[in-house]
């Protein structure tokens, strides 16, 4: 794999495909880590009688 992405990264076309690919994961996880911690923080506060 590595030998492969060595390759990719000689044609400025398809680097930037993959930066783009990267970016486009990091904003999914960035997005699910928040949803996460809105949901974690709304349980963690006691509900008011």
Same mark, same amino acid.
């Given at each position: 794999? =590595?030998?492969?992405? &060595?390759? =990719? /990264? *000689?044609?400025? +076309?398809?680097? $930037? *495909? /993959? =930066? &783009?690919?990267?970016?486009? &994961?990091?904003? +999914? /996880? $960035?997005?699910?880590? *928040?949803?996460? =911690?809105?949901? %974690? %923080?709304? &349980?963690?506060?006691?509900?008011?009688?």
């Amino acid at each position: 794999m =590595l030998g492969r992405r &060595r390759e =990719l /990264l *000689k044609d400025p +076309v398809d680097e $930037l *495909k /993959l =930066l &783009r690919r990267e970016d486009q &994961r990091e904003r +999914v /996880l $960035l997005t699910n880590i *928040k949803r996460t =911690l809105r949901c %974690s %923080s709304r &349980r963690a506060r006691p509900t008011r009688p």
